[in-house]
């Protein structure tokens, strides 16, 4: 698959509110450490891409995952109970291009509680649209998977969010001064 150079202009101080059934989030993107990732997670947004996408995998103590679109077309039941969707199945989908791997180049890539990271296949420049919430500290994530935002509010909502929440509505903003 080809590897996507956003074309996102981040201006370094992106914030990311995630509008979800259970509540609003608010993470700092890293502009800085993981700047293709935080680029491209903007894009995505901004065109609306992550609209009415259900969270997909839920392990407790672990992660909350969600950005595969082939949810979309999902009701909540249906990607709570893991079926198949007509668009295939949750996990499973992105973009159409991959983006490539900041992990090894972060100095902030850290998996903090609540720290927003991107999914990916085996392969370490697969990421695309596919992002996790950490559920406690995961650090042996640490050196394969990239760590790009800090959730500043509503880590209270974090926790309650399960398979089949869906992902409203995600607003990029600019840090007020």
Do not use: W
């Not at 909350?64 to 079926?83: D, H, K, L, Y």
């Amino acid at each position: 698959m080809t590897t996507y150079t956003p074309t996102y202009q981040l201006q370094g101080d992106e914030l990311a509110v995630f509008t979800t059934s259970k509540g609003e989030i608010c993470v700092k993107l890293d502009c800085e450490g993981a700047p293709i990732h935080a680029a491209n997670f903007c894009e995505l947004a901004t065109k609306g891409f992550y609209d009415n996408l259900k969270f997909h995998r839920f392990v407790p103590g672990f992660v909350i995952q969600g950005g595969c679109p082939f949810t979309r077309n999902m009701t909540s039941e249906e990607v709570a109970q893991g079926a198949m969707g007509k668009d295939g199945m949750p996990g499973t989908g992105g973009p159409g291009y991959c983006i490539k791997e900041e992990f090894s180049t972060n100095p902030h890539n850290s998996h903090v509680d609540c720290a927003l990271a991107m999914a990916r296949a085996q392969d370490p420049n697969s990421a695309g649209s596919q992002f996790y919430f950490c559920l406690g500290a995961q650090h042996m994530l640490d050196s394969g998977y990239t760590v790009f935002g800090t959730t500043i509010e509503g880590k209270d909502v974090i926790p309650t969010l399960r398979q089949g929440d869906v992902i409203e509505h995600i607003t990029i903003k600019h840090k007020q001064a």
